[in-house]
């Protein structure tokens, strides 16, 4: 490369340089929500620069009144706007479910769920939802897919990804249930751990894979192919170790739990948070105040439950179909106990069970069970942020924070369910195709 060549090549790189620093945006909202959990704003200007949100300002001002006259500004006067939303328990890899789910399972190519994983990102992002938390995955195309996103290669939501959840032999995430024998040798099995020494390596497995958090069981699940129930299966001192181990790495820990005492043992030993919940008691109750951990209902999985069965009654095995059946029918009756008393709460679809891109779905059968319109943003917000370890970067739209927001047509805090139709999205100060 010749000096003039090099010269010309620097020069075009800082032209680049400042044009990406000097993207400035202004936008104009009919209703901005910009701190979840207090009063919204009327008429209201935001601005944002480089990705970021430089200034909230009451009323429409223009670009010329701000000092920034070549600014592009974006009209949302007749929408509401506010921050992007978060789903802090989502399976991007898949959404088939069932037995359905268990062929493609072991029929489709790692490349070809990672396309999918790609498609029900982009799904989810143009529903609203600027960041996910993933929380279990077989192939690992999540973690890429999460890189790849953070590098700008392609358009997703910001994620947080677990890897693979951890379990006990036999228990909720061991993948060999339901599989004939002959058949282990080609299912990894390295998610699973028995003791206290094998839950430490099977932590720190999935921290050298590079995961953001750690996702475990304590207790059966609604979809295990084995009809154990689902109460605790694992021991105390195995979740002990799980947790002290995660946080040894400073890695928080999400807890698959229905039963009461798998979410004690989870509580009692430091779970940061718990998912799904199905049985509080005032017990439970007293604990998730005792630690501050979070609550995370995954109230519509329901939905995919009702809807997958209402096509194909045979979609799911008998032990499953019985599971399902109880998990339909006392959703709800957790989040009624804990709402009121006080219990941190963070939005949670487990979307993968039920569609993703419909994430929305949660909020409506948040307020059925008892939370505001109010409270069930603010779980999605603010709360789902401070969860994920992100309340310095998003949640709320205030200087300095990335520019995650969306629009919506009508009054969320009047009618939570306006929120399952985006006007308007916008991640990073770039605005998403819809």
Same mark, same amino acid.
């Given at each position: 490369m010749t000096k003039n060549t090099l010269l010309a090549t620097l020069a075009c790189a800082a032209l680049f340089s400042a044009s990406a620093i000097a993207d400035d945006i202004v936008i104009h909202a009919g209703k901005l929500l910009d701190r979840p959990g207090k009063a919204a704003r009327g008429a209201s200007t935001v601005v944002v620069h480089d990705g970021r949100i430089s200034a909230v300002k009451e009323g429409f001002l223009e670009p010329g009144a701000l000092g920034l006259p070549s600014a592009r500004v974006v009209d949302l006067r007749e929408r509401f706007v506010l921050p992007g939303l978060i789903d802090s328990h989502v399976h991007l890899e898949s959404d088939t479910g069932g037995v359905g789910g268990l062929v493609e399972g072991v029929? @489709?190519?790692d490349a070809a769920i990672a396309? +999918?994983?790609l498609a029900n990102a982009r &799904?989810? @992002?143009r529903a609203g939802f600027t960041t996910v938390r993933n929380l279990g995955d077989g192939t690992g195309a999540t973690l890429a897919l999460r890189d790849a996103v953070t590098e700008g290669l392609v358009e997703g939501p910001r994620i947080v990804d677990a890897g693979r959840s951890i379990s006990t032999t036999s228990g909720h995430m061991d993948e060999w249930l339901g599989m004939r024998e002959e058949l282990h040798e080609a299912i990894s099995h390295d998610n699973v751990c028995d003791g206290v020494e094998s839950c430490r390596r099977a932590v720190r497995l999935q921290i050298g894979r590079g995961v953001d958090l750690i996702k475990i069981a304590t207790t059966g699940g609604v979809n295990s192919r084995i009809g154990t129930g689902v109460g605790a299966q694992a021991f105390e001192d195995e979740v002990r170790a799980l947790v002290d181990t995660a946080h040894l790495y400073g890695k928080k820990l999400a807890v698959h739990a229905h039963g009461a005492d798998g979410i004690r043992l989870a509580l009692a030993a430091g779970a940061d948070s718990i998912e799904h919940g199905t049985l509080l008691g005032e017990e439970e109750i007293r604990l998730f105040l005792k630690t501050g951990a979070y609550y995370v209902p995954t109230l519509s999985t329901v939905n995919g439950y009702i809807e997958r069965l209402a096509t194909n009654p045979e979609a799911y095995s008998p032990e499953v179909r019985a599971k399902i059946e109880w +998990?339909?029918?006392?959703t709800g009756k957790s989040l009624q106990l804990a709402a009121p008393r006080?219990? &941190?709460i963070a939005f949670g679809t487990d $979307?993968?069970?039920s569609k993703h891109g419909r994430n929305a779905d949660e909020f409506e059968l948040m307020v059925k069970n008892g939370m505001t319109p109010a409270t069930a943003i603010a779980a999605a917000t603010v709360n789902a942020a401070d969860l994920l370890g992100l309340g310095a970067e998003i949640g709320t739209l205030e200087p300095g924070k990335r $520019? #995650?927001?969306v629009a919506?047509?009508? #009054?969320?805090l009047e009618d939570v369910t306006v929120l399952k139709k985006m006007a308007w999205v916008m991640k990073d100060g770039r605005q998403v195709g819809l």
């Open positions: 029929t @489709l190519s396309y +999918r994983t &799904k989810t @992002l +998990r339909i029918s006392v006080g219990v &941190k $979307a993968g069970v $520019a #995650d927001m919506v047509q009508g #009054d969320p």
